[in-house]
């Protein structure tokens, strides 16, 4: 489940992905199978290829990529969340969860 998030900024999320585009979405969330994660950022792309390149250039294995019908995404969480964030430039989503 998504905190911290607006449902038009999920909607905008969405339109992006469709449209072929790496689009990125960070939220508050919980798991307790990662119980020191708090926030998780969802990079979508409905081009897998597109994603599966992504991945690979930044060092993520393409097989964990969630294979969900119009919303294929990787999920970045912990310390390589940040890392790649900055690497993409993603600044507004760092400090706004203060990552």
């Known amino acids: 489940m998504a905190f911290g ?3 038009e ?3 905008d999320w969405k339109r992006r992905v469709m449209g072929g585009e790496i689009a990125f979405l960070t939220h508050y969330w919980h798991d307790p199978r990662f119980p020191h994660c708090r926030t998780v950022t969802k990079v979508g792309c409905a081009n897998v ?3 599966a390149e992504w991945c690979l250039k930044h060092g993520l294995n393409p097989r ?3 294979m969900r019908r119009q919303f294929p ?3 970045l969480l912990g ?3 940040r890392e790649i964030l900055e690497r993409e430039r993603q600044w ?3 400090i706004r969860f203060r990552l």
Do not use: G
């Open 5 to 7: 998030v607006t449902r």
């Open 9 to 11: 900024e999920i909607m």
């Open 49 to 51: 290829d597109l994603l």
């Open 64 to 66: 964990y990529i969630h």
């Open 73 to 75: 995404h990787f999920d």
């Open 79 to 81: 310390p390589r969340q």
């Open 92 to 94: 507004e989503q760092i």
